[in-house]
Nanobody, 132 residues
Framework: QVQLVESGGGSVQAGGSLRLSCAVS??????????MGWFRQAPGKEREGVAS????????YYADSVKGRFTISHDNAKNTVYLQMNSLEPEDTATYYC???????????????????????WGQGTQVTVSS
């Protein structure tokens, strides 16, 4: 059973930083490549892909809205995926979700990696609020 648990959300002022963590159980990063993603959903808006990574080769993909500000990374030893968020803006306010594709799913397409439909496992979400 794959489980994803996010943490690290909170409230910050514009220009501040937060680091989100996603602890993964049921997958072992050291042994397999996994396609992992961070998504966010603001009230009244659709869920959107923020960043994704393929843990084996370390490929990363970002939405245009966060390029240069957010960094996705992972730690094989801790089986954890991170999202470092810098220069936060009020528009970044949302619930952030960690997600994982099934083993063997295609992870090579940048567009598909930021599309929520390709992901099978989801965390419960963590709230990020950025005030102006």
């Amino acid at each position: 059973q794959v489980q994803l648990v996010e943490s690290g959300g909170g409230s910050v002022q514009a220009g501040g930083s937060l680091r989100l963590s996603c602890a993964v159980s049921g997958y072992t990063f050291r042994f397999n490549s996994h396609c992992m993603g961070w998504f966010r959903q603001a009230p009244g808006k659709e869920r959107e892909g923020v960043a994704s990574t393929v843990t084996g080769p370390g490929w990363t993909y970002y939405a245009d809205s966060v390029k240069g500000r957010f960094t996705i990374s992972h730690d094989n030893a801790k089986n954890t995926v991170y999202l470092q968020m810098n220069s936060l803006e009020p528009e970044d306010t949302a619930t952030y979700y960690c997600a994982a594709k099934l083993i063997g799913a295609s992870c090579s397409d940048a567009y598909l990696n930021l599309n929520s439909r390709g992901y099978y496992y989801w965390g419960q979400g963590t709230q990020v609020t950025v005030s102006s």
